[in-house]
């Protein structure tokens, strides 16, 4: 059963985006031939994620949307977050975040719509998007034309550390009273 614990932890290893149970067991399955269940898998992600959950371990194992990854544990971030900011073929332009976020707020979504709420053409935006996997192509509209539908994509999920859109900050909570400009009349 060791074997087959550190090939599950190989495999979730070399998954760039996260994997589900269902999955690793597919792979265990197709690359070697062992048959475990579902529940198996979880179990012996359990004791994965103990190892990893160690002080002297610079990853610990996470669930993301029902997908098995490893993260640096956060007392790196600010290291990784400095990495990170030298990468700027990574940064998202200004008119790239809100075409991203006008998409999370309204998926599914036509570039049209985008372009409406925007009051610009965004084809360069929504490319790079797609280019960097944020958003995806979920299908196309039953209007005329069929324009496509953009939705945010699991790489989304991943980035901002959330499970669903239902975790995206609401307005409410952005937005406090003392922020109001001008008088309140009652």
Known sequence: MKDILLQIEAIIFASEEGISANDIRQVLHDALAVEVTNQEVIQLTKIIFD???????????????KHYQFLT??????????????????KLSQSALETLSIIAYRQPITKLEVEQIRGVNCDYSIQRLLEKKLIQI??????????????????FMNHFGIKSTKE???????????????????
């Open 168 to 186: 995206l900050p609401q307005l409410k909570d952005i937005i406090a009273e003392e922020n109001t400009i001008g008088e309140i009349t009652e």
């Open 73 to 90: 544990k956060e007392i790196y971030h600010e290291a990784i977050n400095q990495l990170q900011a030298h990468k700027d073929k990574k």
């Open 51 to 65: 190892k990893y959950n160690a002080d002297d371990q610079v990853f610990s194992l996470k669930v993301i949307g």
């Open 138 to 155: 979920i299908g196309k509209a039953e209007t005329i034309g069929k324009p496509l539908l953009y939705a945010t994509s699991e790489q």
